[in-house]
């Protein structure tokens, strides 16, 4: 026998997964968060690794992985003033998540493949 629907339930599945994607909405924040994985980095050094990213966009996006406590951000008295980010334990505890979004966009990706070898153009 089918489920019966519950809004109350649904809702309360759904604001959950609405607060996640708020928070990486767009096209740079997974990108950022990949960049900052394997430890403490410089902001050029990020920049230079996020093909594409304006500096602009990339402050910006990093500013709010800061505000949800996803990044950490330590400015060091040099000359000139140097700027390094990392993840904070918080956003460590995004990697798994991180993790299982490439290994399902492999996947995808092969079957995407596959797919489009299969069609076959149809006649005019």
């Known amino acids: 026998m089918p489920e019966t629907h519950n ?11 609405r607060d996640a994607l708020d928070v990486l ?32 966009m990339l402050s910006k996006e990093l500013k ?3 505000e949800h406590g996803l ?9 000139p003033i140097t700027v390094e980010y990392e993840l904070t334990e918080h956003g460590r505890t995004m990697q798994p998540l991180v993790e299982q979004l490439y290994q399902w966009g492999l996947k995808h990706r092969e079957y995407v493949m596959k797919g489009a070898r299969r069609k076959t153009p149809r006649p005019a």
């Open 25 to 56: 909405s767009g096209k740079w924040k997974i990108p950022i968060i990949i960049g900052l994985t394997f430890g403490h980095i410089r902001f050029r050094e990020l920049h230079r690794k996020i093909e594409g990213i304006s500096p602009k």
């Open 7 to 17: 809004p109350k339930e649904c809702t309360q599945r759904l604001l959950p997964v």
């Open 71 to 79: 990044v950490s951000r330590t400015v060091y008295d040099t000359l």
């Open 64 to 66: 709010e992985l800061e």
